[in-house]
């Protein structure tokens, strides 16, 4: 034992003799390999422009890699389509909160899509919104009617399918041509951001939320009411497209980048005021029309077959 320390003894002078002789050397200290120096324990937390890149102003890193690492498993297998539902409740809330109020400013694919964009969000709030506008357009038409003798209420079911068509048409033929679009253009201009179609579908299912409590509104028979429904939500769901895709197109052409954009509102006007016309007023005015003529024509004819 004592041999031994002597031993180490004899190192330390040995190298103490060393550092004598040569003051300019460099020395290594080993340590505990869980101490970390103060600059990386300060990076180990959230610069200042990390959570710059968390908000959406710029890609981060971090959400970048795991966007390329998603969805590694053959397209063939059950594992590569639920990786598309692979979502908490708590980012879909984050994500419904982030389509009913968007934020100035702020880029909705990089603040709430890019880490972890899904199917199971769009895919329930389009199902909802199709029984919200069917169920809700057969209740108006009942209480238009309500009390007149010559109507006889029929549920309509064909609007569901109706409205299933519009939904989810707008909310997948829209997204590829818009991603084929993009694509195309990245192609002319290397500055064009391009987004992924699952990343646009994403979009595009969540700002329809904000049309499900709208649809409910419109069973109340007061168009008023019902106008200023759709403007509100046309104004807050359009808003997400806009600051959503603008930074995307904004380097190409001016012309080509404003008729881009124009056409996204173009469609998404369209879809509410279409849905709103065709479910809510059009059919209601002409059965309004339509009902006392009808029923006083079979009364006639029962009438006449009795004489």
């Known amino acids: 034992?004592?041999?031994?320390?002597?031993?180490?003894?004899?190192?330390f002078e040995d190298a103490e003799n060393l550092l004598a002789?040569?003051?300019?050397?460099?020395?290594?200290?080993?340590?505990?390999?869980?101490?970390?120096?103060?600059?990386?324990?300060?990076?180990?937390?959230?610069t200042p422009r990390q959570e710059e890149d968390l908000l959406g102003n710029e890609d981060s890193d971090k959400t970048e890699l795991l966007a390329g690492q998603k969805k590694s498993a053959p397209f063939w297998?059950?594992?590569?389509?639920?990786?598309?539902?692979?979502?908490?409740?708590d980012q879909v809330l984050n994500r419904i909160k982030g389509s009913v109020l968007p934020l100035p400013g702020k880029n909705f694919v990089r603040l709430y899509i890019r880490?972890?964009?899904?199917?199971?969000?769009?895919?329930?709030?389009?199902?909802t919104l199709v029984f919200a506008i069917a169920i809700s357009g057969n209740i108006s038409s009942f209480l238009v009617h309500h009390g007149d003798p010559h109507h006889h209420y029929v549920p309509e079911f064909r609007k569901v399918t109706i409205a299933a068509t519009a939904i989810y048409s707008?909310?997948?033929?829209?997204?590829?041509?818009?991603?084929?679009?993009?694509?195309?253009?990245?192609?002319?201009?290397?500055?064009i951001v391009s987004y992924s179609f699952l990343e646009i579908v994403c979009v595009y299912g969540y700002s329809l939320f904000i049309y499900i409590p709208a649809a409910?509104?419109?069973?109340?028979?007061?168009?008023?009411?019902?106008?200023v429904?759709?403007?509100?939500?046309?104004?807050?769901?359009?808003?997400?497209?806009?600051?959503?895709?603008?930074?995307?197109?904004?380097?190409?052409?001016?012309?080509?980048a404003v008729a881009t954009v124009s056409a996204?509102?173009?469609?998404?006007?369209?879809l509410a005021v279409g849905c709103k016309q065709y479910f809510f007023d059009s059919q209601e005015v002409g059965l309004g029309n339509a009902g006392p003529t009808a029923s006083n024509q079979t009364v006639a004819a029962v009438k006449a077959h009795l004489n």
């Open 229 to 256: 429904s759709i403007v509100c939500a046309m104004c807050l769901s359009g808003s997400v497209l806009v600051m959503t895709f603008w930074p995307a197109v904004r380097d190409d052409h001016h012309r080509i």
């Open 115 to 127: 880490s972890n964009p899904d199917l199971y969000g769009p895919f329930w709030i389009c199902a």
């Open 77 to 89: 297998t059950f594992e590569y389509y639920q990786t598309f539902f692979d979502v908490d409740t």
């Open 264 to 270: 996204i509102v173009a469609l998404h006007v369209l």
């Open 170 to 191: 707008y909310a997948w033929l829209v997204p590829l041509g818009l991603w084929g679009f993009l694509m195309w253009r990245n192609s002319k201009v290397m500055s």
């Open 216 to 227: 409910v509104l419109w069973v109340i028979p007061n168009e008023t009411v019902r106008w």
């Open 21 to 46: 002789a040569n003051r300019d050397a460099t020395t290594i200290s080993i340590g505990d390999p869980n101490d970390k120096p103060s600059n990386q324990r300060r990076s180990a937390g959230k």
């Open 1 to 11: 034992m004592a041999a031994v320390d002597d031993l180490h003894f004899q190192e």
